[in-house]
């Protein structure tokens, strides 16, 4: 039949996509790779919960894919790389300018900002000369310590500080004993635990200044992955609210205790400016 004839050149010249139905959830790869949680960074184990929860809030009846660790001694420059080369679909980071543009964002601040205090880890011998310290100006005269590709890094030099770096986590209580530098910016849980790690190394905490900053800490997807961000991005605004967000959060001790010592904090904050992409982002700030 002429007609059906034609019909049937009409649709084998169409592109396949066209043709067969759309199936739901077929953006969604089956497996999903991300670093090492225990290798990565802190809190590994709560960014892996907080991912499980945005993924079964959207799931629509279908299975949440399988996750696949990426191994645990690759360092975090090459896990970025890999995120960008399409070899990793998601890490979870601190914002800057740099890393947004290599990757999608996915903006919900998953620390609640629990990460805006810093204290100060310092030599127990210079604490008569930094008690007096009461100003950001009066805090630049003296160095600030961190990591290479930290992101406070970038936050500390876009804020008239001088900073000397280290892409080894280690030697920079190393550098800190040997006079390279004056203090090292920490969060709470991290302070605690290095003044007891690093005891022999005669550190101490300036006590009653803290530096606050905003540094959200996001999912980031590889770029041609933009359905998966927006599934992420979706999942956790409902995780958030249905309140099962919070109670995941509020679940992890070390969590807990930070969001009430930076709601409770009674110490001077010293504020500092935001980097560029973190405050045009602070609609996402919880």
């Known amino acids: 039949m002429p007609h059906l004839s034609r019909l049937r050149r009409q649709l084998l010249s169409l592109p396949l996509a066209a043709v067969l139905p759309v199936a739901r959830g077929a953006a969604m790869p089956q497996t999903l790779r991300l670093p090492d949680p225990s290798a990565y960074s802190a809190h590994g184990g709560f960014y892996i919960e907080a991912l499980k929860l945005a993924l079964s809030k959207t799931a629509d009846r279908e299975p949440v894919p399988a996750l696949v660790h990426a191994s645990p001694d690759l ?3 090459r896990l970025r790389q890999m995120l960008q080369d399409g070899q990793l679909d998601i890490i979870w980071s601190t914002t800057t300018p740099e890393r947004e543009a290599q990757a999608l964002p996915v903006r919900f601040n998953l620390l609640k900002g629990t990460n805006e205090l810093r204290f100060l880890l310092v030599r127990t011998a210079d604490l008569p000369a930094l008690r007096s310290v009461r100003s950001l100006e009066a805090l630049r005269h003296f160095r600030a310590g961190a990591g290479t590709y930290w992101s406070d890094t970038q936050i500390l030099q876009a804020n008239g500080f001088a900073v000397e770096t280290t892409p080894k986590f280690d030697l920079l209580f190393r550098m800190l ?11 709470r849980d ?15 905490e300036l006590p009653g200044v803290a530096l606050q900053y905003k540094q959200p800490l996001y999912f980031f997807v590889a770029r041609d992955k933009p359905q998966l961000a927006e599934r992420l991005l979706r999942g956790l605004n409902l995780a958030a609210a249905d309140g099962s967000f919070d109670a ?15 709601r409770g904090y009674t110490g001077l ?18």
Request: proline residues 6%; charged residues 25%; without cysteine.
């Open 75 to 77: 360092p975090r420059p």
């Open 248 to 262: 995941l959060f509020m679940a992890q001790p070390e969590l807990r205790s930070a969001w009430a010592q930076l």
């Open 190 to 204: 991290e302070i605690d635990a290095e003044l007891i790690q690093h005891a022999e190394l005669g550190f101490a």
């Open 269 to 286: 904050r010293l504020q500092l400016k935001a980097l560029e992409a973190e405050a045009a982002a602070s609609a996402a700030s919880r």
């Open 177 to 187: 004993k040997a006079g390279r530098f004056d203090f090292i910016p920490r969060t």
